[in-house]
């Protein structure tokens, strides 16, 4: 049965993350540099990183695998999280600016700006700038989702809007005027609640609450996904009228589903952030949405695992080719997606558990 | 007529009658109810096509009512004006003799009692049987409520009996997908009894049937009108002969003739436009 199948990939996932979290921490803070079980900070920061995109992927999955809405444009929730944290982590550095200026981040000093736009009120504050992390990205998902749920917009059409959506985003955020750090966007960054990030202890925190939100990501979506709600779900996935005509408001299903999978995305983004050290309109690229949710096809969409597994899988493949094959990354992930589409539709996780898919 | 009549999401009139067992006293109320649809001088026009052309039909309370009619006659659309996915340019629809049709959602009008079954066979595909009927059922279907939902050993019973009614207790677990084609018909009119509709709007049954699954479907449908209101569109003849006692006959988006199937077969109109004899 699916759902015993589920219990048991569900185990090996929180038990994989509860290795990461103990084990990587320790073998980076408590194993000298010298000893060959050392892991580096470096790669602790990738893993953290993956860690994020495997939220963000678990994000997509939700709306796509249960939902069957495929958003092209989640990179865009990932990047206006990211810049919530971008942003507090801007104001934390102070005088220690190359300006010094207490108020203004370097680059609005160097603008010949005088005051703080309005759109950085409150970010000084850590707690205002969480509740931003998750409040821009879940408020821009629901008026977009109202209008296009509501309009009844689905399959491709919806997938075209989400992709103009996260480019308009770009756009929008390349200009100085915006007054979130034009191209350059927003990086420099120095500590984060009184921690230099450049610590190795830093680092490691921010490992473990990555491991962490994407274990509650996971258990909230699955929970979700148990419930009559992901049941309505998928439902409205395979025959979205006869849904209707049972009584369910859909487009609510919907616009729910996708708000809070926004706002799983923008955590992703704030954790990412303080770990890379930067954000920039690229994040904001439709090109970096359409990677995301080939994560997710080649991991297995429709079983939460499956997009974490598919993060996982291919940007280990991306650092090892754009390392050392860079030429030749994009034409391999292309390849990747074309062969999983015509042989495993259902993904690496559908292709070992073909009874599990929701 | 016996009690207060109330709006769309509280208890309504009919209740007492979708329950099994229901008490003499709402069985006699049933009988003096009249009608149960009412469409009246109803005109829906796309791109200056006619496909109603001032239809006007009634149904009355506990009949089991054929439509039947060339291709264009107005079939779908008749069902679609009455479940809300299109709307008249002009007209009348009522449900029972205080709700307006016009004026509410699909999902309203489902919750209201009208379950419509499509004419391609409308399951989820990739849920199991079971869940297909549990999310038919009849209860509050806001997004809060689904997120606490809990199945009661009472709705479970529910389930199990509509299984076991349209004869697919064996298949419950398995994923709707992999029915056959007379197996997902029969669920979908599962998953409209679980809705406990007053009123049943089922698109050709039949379409695409064996010999037997034609006869089960017939016995299915014969049972199921009397407790409700049953309106089948269909084009197999031999079918139509064997369940219905009422026929009307649709022709260019309006009734051409209406009353037993001897009467109708015997009107020389009929023959003209659809019999073709």
């Known amino acids: 049965m699916a759902v015993t199948a589920n219990k048991r990939a569900d185990q090996v996932v929180y038990g994989v993350l509860l290795a990461l979290a103990v084990a990587v921490p320790a073998l980076n803070l408590g194993v000298g540099e010298s000893s060959a079980l050392h892991v580096s900070t470096y790669t602790m920061t990738l893993v953290g990183k993956y860690l994020c995109y495997a939220l963000l992927a678990l994000s997509v999955d939700l709306v796509w695998g249960f939902g069957g809405i495929l958003s092209l444009g989640h990179g865009a929730f990932f990047a206006l999280g990211g810049y919530a944290m971008g942003m507090h982590l801007m104001r934390q550095i102070g005088t220690r600016g190359v300006y010094g200026n207490a108020e203004l981040p370097d680059f609005m000093v160097f603008l010949n700006w005088k005051e703080l736009p309005w759109t950085w009120y409150g970010f000084d504050s850590f707690p205002f700038a969480m509740l931003m992390v998750v409040l821009v990205p879940g408020l821009l998902a629901f008026v977009f989702g109202w209008f296009a749920f509501r309009s009844r917009v689905t399959g491709v059409y919806l997938s075209i809007i989400t992709q103009a959506l996260t480019y308009a985003l770009l756009l929008a955020f390349f200009r100085n005027e915006m007054g979130f750090g034009g191209n350059n966007g927003l990086t420099d960054f120095k500590d984060i609640l009184g921690y230099d990030l450049q610590a190795d202890s830093t680092r490691a925190t921010l490992f473990v609450l990555s491991v962490l939100a994407l274990a509650g990501g996971y258990a909230g979506c699955r929970a979700l996904i148990d419930s009559k709600f992901g049941r309505v779900l998928v439902a409205v996935r395979d025959a979205e009228n006869r849904a209707r005509f049972i009584g369910y408001r859909v487009e609510n299903y919907k616009l729910w589903a996708w708000t809070f999978s926004a706002m799983l995305a923008g955590v992703a983004g704030a954790l990412y952030v303080p770990q890379v050290g930067i954000i920039n309109p690229g994040e904001f690229s439709p090109l970096n949405s359409i990677e995301l949710v080939i994560w997710v096809a080649v991991g297995g969409r429709g079983t939460l695992y499956g997009a974490l597994l598919g993060a996982f899988v291919v940007n280990f493949a991306k650092t090892f080719f754009t390392g050392a094959l860079p030429e030749l990354w994009l034409f391999v992930l292309g390849a990747v997606f074309v062969l999983v589409t015509l042989l495993i539709p259902q993904g690496i996780a559908g292709y070992f558990n073909r009874e599990a898919r929701a | ?277």
């Open chain 2, 1 to 277: 007529m016996n009690a207060p009549r109330t709006p769309v999401s509280a208890p309504t009139w009919w209740d007492e009658f979708t329950t099994a067992g229901s008490s003499p006293n709402t069985a006699a109320a049933r009988l003096h109810q009249g009608n149960i649809l009412y469409i009246e001088n109803v005109t829906v026009s796309f791109d200056g096509f006619r496909a109603l052309n001032e239809l006007t039909l009634y149904i009355e309370t506990g009949e089991l009512r054929c439509i039947i009619g060339p291709n264009g006659a107005g079939k779908s659309t008749m069902m679609d004006v009455i479940t809300g996915k299109t709307r008249p340019d002009r007209g009348q629809a009522w449900f029972g003799s205080q709700l307006n049709l016009l004026k509410m959602s699909e999902p309203e009008i489902a919750e209201a009692g009208i379950g419509r079954k499509f004419q391609k066979p409308t399951v989820f595909e990739h849920l199991p049987v079971f869940t297909n009927l549990e999310l038919a059922m009849r209860a509050p279907k806001g997004v809060w409520r689904s997120l606490v939902a809990r199945l009661s050993g009472e709705a479970r019973d529910r389930i199990e009996e509509i299984l076991v009614l349209v004869g697919l207790a064996e298949q419950r677990d398995m994923r709707a997908g992999a029915l056959s084609h007379g197996q997902k018909q029969w669920l979908e009119i599962g998953m409209l009894l679980m809705q406990e509709p007053q009123l049943l709007l089922i698109d050709e049954p039949v379409a695409g049937m064996t010999h037997q699954e034609t006869e089960r479907t017939a016995e299915l449908l014969v049972a199921l009108a009397g407790q409700r209101s049953v309106v089948v569109v269909e084009h197999d003849m031999e079918f139509v002969r064997s369940i219905a006692k009422r026929v009307t006959v649709l022709h260019e988006g309006s009734v051409l003739a209406e009353g037993s199937m001897a009467q109708v077969q015997d009107d020389p109109r009929v023959r003209q436009v659809y019999l073709g004899a």
